[in-house]
């Protein structure tokens, strides 16, 4: 199989700019995004007019779930968004000793990079692509291997 070297990000601003190049973009987003999108279109010389939606909280209880759900024990925990490493990283590092047989999975490169910086010292599976058969397929593989 091939695999892409770009991300989903760049993938997408190149078929958006091939599909409509005339016109506009308007990219509504969440103030964490990241620029891949809107670069990507103005590399194609498409204008991308960026607005920003909404913005990510943390539940306030978010301890105490945690806190609940890590009493059991856990083969995988999945990271979906750099936005999840980040508001469970101080309560996860807490727990990390009931965590050492646990397989942290990133679901793309920017949730890699977050793990990765927030657990420094810790291995990530990273999902070859961001879609539900690179998880299947990177989670396979962290079964296998471990």
């Given at each position: 199989?091939?695999?892409?070297?770009?991300?989903?990000?760049?993938?997408?601003?190149?078929?958006?700019?091939?599909?409509?190049?005339?016109?506009?973009?308007?990219?509504?987003?969440?103030?964490?995004?990241?620029e891949?999108?809107?670069?990507?279109?103005?590399?194609?010389?498409?204008?991308?007019?960026?607005?920003?939606?909404?913005?990510?909280?943390?539940?306030?209880?978010?301890?105490?779930?945690?806190?609940?759900?890590?009493?059991?024990?856990?083969?995988?925990?999945?990271?979906?968004?750099?936005?999840?490493?980040?508001?469970?990283?101080?309560?996860?590092?807490?727990?990390?000793?009931?965590?050492?047989?646990?397989?942290?999975?990133?679901?793309?490169?920017?949730?890699?990079?977050?793990?990765?910086?927030?657990?420094?010292?810790?291995?990530?599976?990273?999902?070859?692509?961001?879609?539900?058969?690179?998880?299947v397929?990177?989670?396979?593989?962290?079964?296998?291997?471990?």
């Amino acid at each position: 199989a091939v695999v892409s070297t770009q991300s989903t990000g760049e993938l997408c601003g190149e078929l958006l700019a091939k599909f409509q190049k005339s016109m506009p973009w308007t990219f509504f987003r969440g103030e964490k995004s990241l620029e891949t999108v809107p670069v990507t279109l103005k590399k194609h010389g498409v204008t991308c007019r960026c607005v920003t939606v909404y913005s990510v909280i943390a539940r306030n209880d978010i301890r105490s779930v945690l806190a609940a759900a890590l009493e059991s024990s856990w083969d995988f925990l999945v990271f979906f968004s750099p936005s999840g490493v980040e508001y469970t990283a101080k309560t996860l590092r807490h727990a990390e000793a009931s965590l050492l047989q646990t397989v942290f999975v990133a679901f793309g490169p920017s949730t890699e990079i977050a793990v990765r910086i927030e657990f420094e010292d810790r291995g990530v599976v990273v999902c070859e692509s961001p879609t539900p058969e690179g998880l299947v397929s990177a989670l396979e593989s962290a079964r296998e291997s471990g």
